[in-house]
């Protein structure tokens, strides 16, 4: 025999033989293949929240999450997901990302500024501070936004009672990224 053959032989050989034990111990009918019974107690790698198990595998790396069965009924037409039906169709002039240009007039920059941050924090909205495509030269008076479209309505509501708000009406989307500028207002 030659070297290659007998890498070959151990490589392949060894777990092949490990496969072919360890399968028949588990099919005999011996009580000592058999899984230890479930202990009563939880260990202390094992968390329940609301009906949700958290238990610590084996290895005690990973954690392996437990829900509990739901009863499933047939809803038929009332079903919304969307599995078996095709997606609706896009509204005209959808795009996925819009951009938009606010701008807010106020007493005093700094302080309207922070306000509106906050604001657009408090509406689920995220702040960005690394430069991004089409929103280069930002002043300091001006922050980069992300908003869902969902929630950006209720920004500009809340924006209102800063200042005057200046903003144009902009297409159907999921995400508007918003340049806010705040300026002082003019007396």
């Given at each position: 025999?030659?070297?290659?053959?007998?890498?070959?032989?151990?490589?392949?050989g060894i777990p092949t033989?490990?496969?072919?034990?360890?399968?028949?111990?588990?099919?005999?009918?011996?009580?000592?293949?058999?899984?230890?019974?479930?202990?009563?107690?939880?260990?202390?790698?094992?968390?329940?929240?609301?009906?949700?198990?958290?238990?610590?595998?084996?290895?005690g790396s990973v954690l392996i999450l437990e829900e509990p069965e739901v009863d499933k009924k047939d809803l038929g037409s009332e079903d919304d997901?969307?599995?078996?039906?095709?997606?609706?169709?896009?509204?005209?002039?959808?795009?996925?990302?819009?951009?938009?240009?606010?701008?807010?007039?106020?007493?005093d920059i700094p302080t309207g500024l922070?306000?509106?941050?906050?604001l657009a924090q408090a509406?689920?909205?995220?702040?960005?501070?690394?430069p991004i495509k089409g929103f280069e030269n930002m002043g300091p008076?001006?922050?980069?936004?992300?908003f869902d479209s969902r929630t950006y309505p209720a920004f500009v509501e809340k924006l209102k009672p800063l200042g005057k708000v200046e903003c144009p009406e902009i297409g159907p989307s999921d995400y508007i990224t918003v340049r806010l500028t705040?300026?002082?207002?003019?007396?």
């Open positions: 025999m030659d070297l290659k053959s007998v890498k070959i032989m151990v490589l392949w033989a490990a496969l072919f034990l360890g399968y028949g111990c588990c099919k005999q009918e011996d009580s000592s293949c058999q899984s230890p019974p479930e202990s009563e107690t939880k260990s202390s790698g094992e968390k329940e929240v609301a009906g949700i198990q958290l238990r610590q595998a084996k290895s997901s969307l599995s078996g039906r095709p997606a609706a169709p896009l509204p005209p002039g959808y795009k996925a990302f819009r951009d938009q240009h606010i701008k807010l007039y106020v007493k922070s306000k509106a941050v906050q509406s689920s909205g995220q702040v960005i501070n690394h008076n001006e922050k980069t936004l992300v705040v300026l002082e207002e003019s007396k």
